[in-house]
């Protein structure tokens, strides 16, 4: 069946450190990808998304590429900011056998910045 | 404003006494879904429901029940709560494109004492 697989964390950096979260995935179709962040106390919000392969999601200066040959869709963003401290979660969207269709998520990774 | 309402934020509660979290939409979709977060475990669907009067399970449906008689709400419900339904409940709705991101609640908290 479909699963995601993301780095487990937590990560810590520093503000202004590079940022690399790994996701790879297994599907039997052909997926929508997504990364959620998690804020503390709030729900999952969309951070990008991309629905077929070599698409770039990208979003408040973090970007996803969308890789079919690897199957990855890692999550990359030059400079953290203190205000990016949350759970991240990769997801990927598609039709199971008999036709449900599900979002399947990866366990979220912690990322806390330091000042 | 767009978004999805979950009711109650907080619940502690005991074995055995009957619950429901509602959910509510403003989006007009059709698909909504209900997970549970647990620590180590991610997220994990509960059930799910293609549009009104369609619902199916999801990877942990035992214990739960849902409804879907209207568009907008999907209710959750525990008729027997037990201590291992303790846990970050949260629903969720995207309109029935498959490629379209789902619209999460603010989630709700249920101590099953």
């Known amino acids: 069946g479909n699963s995601v697989t993301q780095m487990e964390g937590p990560v810590t950096l520093s503000e202004e450190a590079f940022l690399t979260i790994n996701c790879t995935y297994t599907?039997?179709?052909?997926?929508?990808l997504f990364w959620y962040v998690q804020y503390p106390g709030e729900g999952l919000q969309l951070l990008l998304k991309a629905t077929k392969a070599d698409d770039k999601g990208s979003n408040k200066g973090f970007e996803a590429t969308y890789r079919k040959e690897t199957t990855s869709f890692h999550l990359e963003k030059g400079s953290v900011q203190v205000s990016d401290s949350a759970v991240y979660f990769c997801a990927l969207s598609d039709k199971a056998q008999g036709g449900s269709e599900k979002l399947v998520f990866g366990k979220g990774t912690k990322l806390t910045v330091n000042p | 404003e767009a978004q999805v309402t979950q009711n109650p934020r907080y619940l502690i509660t005991v074995t055995g006494k009957k619950l429901t979290v509602t959910c509510s939409q403003n989006m007009n979709h059709e698909y909504m879904s209900w997970y549970r977060q647990d620590p180590g475990l991610g997220l994990r669907q509960i059930y799910y429901?293609?549009?009104?009067?369609?619902?199916d399970k999801g990877d942990v449906p035992e214990g739960y029940k849902v409804s879907r008689k209207e568009k907008r709400n999907f209710p959750l419900i525990l008729e027997s709560p037990s201590p291992n339904q303790t846990s970050l409940y949260f629903c969720?709705?995207?309109?029935?494109?498959?490629?379209?991101?789902?619209?999460f609640g603010d989630g709700t908290r249920l101590s099953i004492l």
């Open positions: 969720a709705s995207r309109s029935g494109i498959l490629t379209q991101p789902q619209h």
């Open positions: 429901s293609m549009n009104v009067e369609v619902t």
């Open positions: 599907a039997t179709g052909y997926p929508s």
